[in-house]
């Protein structure tokens, strides 16, 4: 099995990911919501880029009679009309249980609907990155970590990410790594408390900006939640 990585949503190109694995990350915090969200029952998740999408997306559905959420963010903040922000701790059970969510992001969305030529498609985070890593393993194909990035730009906190998933699949088994994918794996394992490493991450420190602590101090935490979400290209929902 090959393990390669791209390092943000701005490169990632149709001959890197046709016939593989794709594994989206944007741990902070996209990929966490969505991870979150499935986990406590909402019904599926529907990716999308834009704010216009989201809301035309959500009135033709509630026509439909389906109940309908819009989550998501710009610049880290939530969207005027949408019932919930980026962040994870606002899915509860309580609240999107046997709903659908409409998502856009800055970063996470686009990386997904960017990674369409792929055979499969993972949503992958610290949260269930255990889940992902077997889920892999059973497909036994060649795997490409797709880091959202922020802006266009490199993210310490989805490169550790990847590293983290890497390093849990190599254990004990030989795998044919990327000097990109290898160094992901060094530098999780030379730094496998992830506050402590991404503090000075850009991203991070935007969100500390905002007082989003919690949604740190969450979305870091290794193995919590054991599902593997996956986007159905034909459907157009990431669901379970």
Excluded: Q
């Amino acid at each position: 099995m090959k393990l390669d990585l791209i390092i943000s949503a701005d490169h990632i190109k149709k001959e890197y990911i046709k016939g593989k694995v794709v594994v989206v990350i944007d741990m902070l915090r996209a990929t966490s919501v969505i991870t979150t969200a499935l986990a406590n029952g909402a019904k599926r998740v529907i990716p999308l880029l834009t704010v216009e999408e989201a809301f035309e997306v959500k009135n033709k559905l509630e026509a439909k009679g389906e109940k309908v959420l819009l989550g998501g963010e710009r610049r880290a903040l939530k969207i005027e009309g949408f019932d919930f922000t980026n962040s994870p701790l606002e899915y509860i059970r309580e609240e999107i249980s046997e709903k659908t969510v409409v998502l856009t992001t800055t970063n996470g969305t686009r990386a997904i609907t960017l990674s369409l030529d792929a055979e499969h498609i993972l949503i992958g985070s610290m949260l269930n990155a255990k889940a992902i890593v077997d889920a892999i393993k059973k497909l036994k194909k060649d795997v490409v970590f797709i880091n959202a990035g922020t802006n266009g730009e490199f993210s310490m906190d989805d490169f550790i990410c990847a590293g983290y998933m890497i390093s849990l699949l190599t254990n004990n088994v030989m795998h044919d790594l990327t000097d990109i994918a290898m160094t992901a794996k060094i530098i999780y394992e030379s730094n496998n408390n992830i506050i402590d490493y991404i503090v000075n991450a850009r991203h991070y420190n935007v969100l500390k900006a905002l007082e989003l602590e919690g949604d740190l101090e969450y979305c870091c935490k290794k193995d919590i939640i054991d599902i593997v979400p996956i986007y159905d290209k034909e459907k157009k929902y990431i669901g379970i």
